[in-house]
DNA sequence: TTGGATGACTTGTTCCAACAACCCGATGGC
DNA sequence: GCCATCGGGTTGTTGGAACAAGTCATCCAA
């Protein structure tokens, strides 16, 4: 009677505890498909389901020519994103150039930056936030890629209204400070900003970019920063991969 | 020389373009494995390899007996949670007995509650953010699936020290007004939260108790509050699905 | 009229087989 | 000593086949 579940299942089902317990540890090499299709007396077909089963759930994964084995957890890197930005953190911190990069330097790993800046017409999305006509919205655009120790990190496209940021540092491509303090030398003032945070797969495009092993899920968080006259200064949208964030504010209760 | 890409890669890259490019709309149903066989010339194995792939990233969802569709998107829900438990939100609300289902309701859905209430030792991580003894520590729990059109929405499971909230309300298991409000009717009063967001697969456990398609992330919320000495107050782990929910914030700078 | 059985269609599970692609250590020549 | 090659081991890709299990419309009998 307890036939329904299928064999694939019931072999996930057992190395998943088998992780779970320690017993196969991370980093640690599975048996070879050959070996457990003996252990389980299944099909390699069978064996490769169950084991991309568990891939799926982000506790494997594979390499062509050496094996499978269990995955590693990285320490995530904790993001507090109520400081970020703010005028008083900025200010503390302007020697750095970049709170970003300073964060991850003070963390002892090395942070880098590649910077790409072009002036085009922004998602029709971003138009609307910054309060644009889509039709025929200009900005100035920032699209960075992090590394931290040579690897990866997370996408960082920021979008300026093209009137706003007309002859200002935000146009040339060098690697300069958070935007934050850029504007604000730009005579452009963000007192207050609104995020919004959504959780998906990355696209095949941003796999490839992050090198995200498989089933590793993103976090798009979206924030736009507005002067004191409510005016939208920005928006700035960050890819993180799931495995290596976390996203933290801190809120006084009014 | 263009042959390094498998079968199967270029399957799915070619259905991925018709499903963005809209000629597979969403909720319509793909050919059948059969039909793709034939016309892409390889075997089932092959074809299912390529579906398998578009599953994986969200796009695709498959019924037994049906056939394969596309998958539809939810509009998701916004949360904001700079307000949620803010004192003024909060007495702004408090007829409603809970912010949650007082936003659902607003917005024309039916909101609803199971919650279970025990007292038991909490996980480490819990009893180390409470400041808790790992080992002694016993903490009221709250575990709450919530609904929305009687569709799973979220997992919210709230600890408390034990001792902070003895003989008080939030014992009864019944579904009483937000953690904030019978907090404070208790005398304790969040002046502060900690929130920290991280973003992963759901076990399978998640994912069944919340009826999620595959490849479908969740957000993991968790918020720790704290009284105007800096005591911990309670942790509210939330667990939301990722394509269902936006998470939010309004921040003022400094 | 209605309820159940039937059968076609579809995806799910499992087996078998072969070759490709890749990794790594061992071998052996320089 | 060093480096290229080779072979065995491993995962990746693809084909073929069969049956299980779920869905749905249709048909038939009570």
Same mark, same amino acid.
């Given at each position: 009677?307890?036939?329904?579940?299928?064999?694939?299942?019931?072999?996930?089902?057992?190395?998943?505890?088998?992780?779970?317990?320690?017993?196969?540890?991370?980093?640690?090499?599975?048996?070879?498909?050959?070996?457990?299709?003996?252990?389980?007396?299944?099909?390699?077909?069978?064996?490769?389901?169950?084991?991309?089963?568990?891939?799926?759930?982000?506790?494997?994964?594979? %390499?062509?020519?050496?094996?499978?084995? =269990? +995955?590693?957890?990285? $320490?995530?890197? /904790?993001?507090?994103? #109520?400081?970020? *930005? @703010?005028?008083?953190?900025?200010?503390?911190?302007?020697?750095?150039?970049?709170?970003?990069?300073?964060?991850?330097?003070?963390?002892?790993?090395?942070?880098?930056?590649?910077?790409?800046?072009?002036?085009?017409?922004?998602?029709?999305?971003?138009?609307?936030?910054?309060?644009?006509?889509?039709?025929?919205?200009?900005?100035?655009?920032?699209?960075?890629?992090?590394?931290?120790?040579?690897?990866?990190?997370?996408?960082?496209?920021?979008?300026?209204?093209?009137?706003?940021?007309?002859?200002?540092?935000?146009?040339?491509?060098?690697?300069?400070?958070?935007?934050?303090?850029?504007? %604000?030398?730009?005579?452009?003032?963000? =007192? +207050?900003?609104?995020? $919004?945070?959504? /959780?998906?797969?990355? #696209?095949?495009? *941003? @796999?490839?970019?992050?090198?995200?092993?498989?089933?590793?899920?993103?976090?798009?968080?979206?924030?736009?920063?507005?002067?004191?006259?409510?005016?939208?200064?920005?928006?700035?949208?960050?890819?993180?991969?799931?495995?290596?964030?976390?996203?933290?504010?801190?809120?006084?209760?009014?």
């Amino acid at each position: 009677m307890a036939k329904q579940v299928p064999r694939y299942h019931a072999i996930a089902d057992d190395l998943r505890v088998q992780i779970e317990q320690g017993k196969l540890a991370p980093g640690r090499k599975l048996p070879s498909e050959e070996e457990l299709t003996t252990t389980y007396d299944v099909s390699r077909n069978t064996v490769r389901l169950a084991l991309g089963r568990l891939t799926e759930e982000g506790l494997l994964v594979s %390499a062509q020519g050496r094996g499978s084995f =269990v +995955r590693e957890r990285y $320490e995530p890197a /904790v993001w507090n994103w #109520t400081t970020m *930005e @703010s005028r008083s953190a900025h200010e503390a911190n302007h020697t750095a150039g970049d709170q970003w990069a300073s964060q991850i330097a003070a963390n002892g790993q090395e942070p880098r930056q590649e910077v790409r800046v072009s002036i085009r017409r922004p998602p029709e999305e971003v138009a609307l936030q910054l309060q644009l006509d889509p039709a025929t919205a200009l900005t100035v655009v920032r699209e960075r890629i992090r590394y931290v120790d040579h690897e990866p990190y997370a996408l960082a496209d920021s979008y300026f209204p093209e009137e706003l940021v007309r002859n200002t540092p935000l146009m040339l491509p060098e690697d300069v400070s958070a935007p934050g303090g850029v504007l %604000a030398s730009a005579g452009l003032i963000q =007192v +207050r900003f609104s995020d $919004e945070i959504t /959780v998906r797969m990355p #696209t095949r495009e *941003e @796999s490839e970019r992050l090198v995200l092993p498989a089933a590793t899920p993103v976090a798009v968080h979206r924030r736009t920063g507005y002067d004191k006259d409510g005016k939208p200064l920005r928006v700035m949208i960050t890819t993180l991969p799931g495995d290596r964030h976390v996203i933290r504010y801190d809120v006084s209760t009014d």
